[in-house]
């Protein structure tokens, strides 16, 4: 066995000996290795987890974070403070972090495309604009059918530059984040066609559609069901489907369920393992929970805080960002992100 084989093995913690609510993330107390704080739940796991590295703040002063989305080129992390209308940057050679971004129309998911182009959803817009590379800000979505989007709320974007995004309008439901204004539409998943510019529907068969994320081949298309958050029968869970040509969606069915409590943002690793921000349970729950491809929890990352999105990034793609509702948080693993933020 390797050196960080053993350290994993030894990793084994009780999900319910969760340090999290007492420790200090300040780096003035040191944790011991191994990571008490993240959990393997089956010997899948042991092969991403890292005995010899730790979870670490990086900052903190928020009211909501959420959206992170790495760009490689410039080594930076980008994410939205969205009750306090701003976007910061982290920046990894020195950990600097600023506003890059304000106002920025509470704005909540963000990427980036493959020609670096930041790609925001304004909850108080209600759309999804881009930021071009003169610093211009270009409107790629804000009406389907002659109405108005509901608030949308996460976007990700395929190889053939097509944009896909989720609409349950969450911002719209409140002035804290974003502006009270009618649903006209049903919660939706959409896709801008980047030829045509087209904005097509690709499901509705969801109450609160939230996270979403590609497997590493893009062949199937994973969503994060929100609803209970409002509908207390909805299901708390997060569905796949297959995609159809690139551009449609099939055969929807639930992949995993969260319990007691919810997925928000999600993303795959390389290996297809499914990493889902979680929370509203309480310690022992609140921080990343991660399935394989088959839908089985292999383990957990706790986190003091409920956690709203995640994302990988770094020089090497291997460290996963972590949205706390407050901070920022980030940890080493053994794998590395699927797509490029």
């Not at 999804?128 to 989007?149: H, N, Q």
Request: net charge neutral.
């Amino acid at each position: 066995m390797t050196r960080r084989g053993l350290l994993s093995t030894l990793a084994a913690p009780l999900v319910a000996a969760a340090q999290t609510v007492n420790r200090d993330y300040s780096g003035k107390t040191p944790i011991r290795y191994p990571e008490p704080d993240v959990v393997s739940l089956d010997p899948r796991f042991d092969k991403v987890k890292i005995g010899n590295t730790t979870i670490q703040r990086l900052a903190t002063g928020f009211l909501w974070a959420e959206g992170p989305a790495w760009h490689g080129g410039g080594k930076y992390l980008v994410w939205s403070d969205i009750p306090n209308d701003k976007q910061y940057r982290w920046i990894e050679d020195d950990g600097h972090v600023s506003v890059i971004h304000q106002p920025a129309g509470y704005s909540n998911g963000n990427t980036f495309d493959y020609q670096g182009r930041q790609i925001s959803c304004e909850h108080g817009n209600r759309r999804v604009t881009r930021y071009e590379l003169d610093g211009t800000i270009s409107v790629l979505a804000d009406k389907f059918e002659g109405k108005p989007f509901n608030a949308p709320n996460d976007a990700v974007v395929h190889p053939d530059g097509g944009i896909w995004f989720t609409d349950p309008g969450y911002g719209s439901l409140g002035n804290y984040e974003g502006h009270v204004g009618e649903l006209q539409l049903k919660e939706a998943v959409y896709r801008i066609d980047p030829t045509t510019k087209k904005i097509e529907k690709v499901t509705d068969e969801i109450f609160k559609p939230n996270g979403l994320c590609f497997s590493p081949d893009y062949k199937k298309l994973y969503v994060a069901d929100t609803g209970a958050t409002h509908y207390p029968k909805a299901p708390r869970n997060i569905k796949v489907w297959d995609v159809a040509d690139a551009r449609s969606l099939k055969g929807g069915k639930e992949f995993c369920s969260m319990g007691k409590g919810l997925a928000d943002g999600i993303r795959a690793d390389a290996n297809g393992n499914i990493y889902a921000a979680a929370g509203w349970v309480g310690a022992g729950y609140d921080g990343v929970q991660i399935f394989a491809p088959d839908g089985k929890m292999i383990g957990q990352i706790h986190l003091p805080e409920i956690c709203a999105n995640v994302c990988f990034g770094g020089t090497r793609r291997n460290r996963l960002f972590m949205c706390g509702s407050q901070s920022m948080y980030a940890v080493y693993l053994e794998t590395r992100g699927a797509h490029i933020c």
